[in-house]
């Protein structure tokens, strides 16, 4: 399934590592909520890649953008993440089941090696709007070639400043 942009996305409601909730519609931001799904604690690259995202949290914050981490990973790999990577005050959700993984049209894999989990999505970023509606994504097949946390900065500043709609939903 593709979730085509200016649509309504599904509806999220997982756990958080620091075990509150969170919910996709209790988001009040002021112009996105990035839904950053990762594949887990295995992956180095979603390691880097998410300690790049909290140092640019407040970044996103003084943009109006609330900033979530997802994955499929069990409570205990989650939080194991949570304690041994570099990302403090970055909400990092898990146990997405792998069903809603392929409503927002991501990409799953089966693991390979012993420390892989048996299933997990692969990566995506979404921008979605305060109404619940996709603005953009970028989704992944495997662990490399994300988009540039600078470069989605760079453009919430050109969407906001210019009124640019959401392309792509035709």
């Not at 943009?63 to 005050?89: N, T």
């Not at 799953?108 to 109404?131: A, Q, T, W």
Request: with cysteine.
């Amino acid at each position: 399934m593709m979730i085509k942009p200016k649509t309504e996305v599904p509806q999220l409601d997982l756990p958080l590592i620091n075990d509150a909730r969170w919910n996709l519609a209790a988001q009040k931001s002021e112009t996105f909520t990035i839904l950053v799904f990762y594949r887990g604690l295995h992956c180095p690259v979603c390691k880097n890649y998410l300690e790049e995202l909290a140092k640019k949290l407040k970044d996103f914050t003084d943009r109006g953008a609330h900033v979530v981490a997802i994955s499929s990973d069990s409570e205990e790999r989650a939080k194991k993440a949570g304690k041994e990577w570099d990302v403090p005050g970055l909400p990092i959700a898990y146990g997405l089941p792998i069903e809603e993984a392929r409503n927002w049209g991501l990409f799953v894999s089966k693991g390979i090696k012993d420390s892989e989990p048996d299933m997990f999505s692969e990566p995506g970023v979404f921008l979605v709007r305060p109404d619940n509606t996709l603005y953009a994504s970028a989704i992944q097949t495997m662990p490399f070639a994300r988009p540039n946390w600078k470069d989605i900065l760079n453009a919430i500043d050109y969407i906001e400043k210019n009124d640019y709609p959401a392309r792509g939903g035709e």
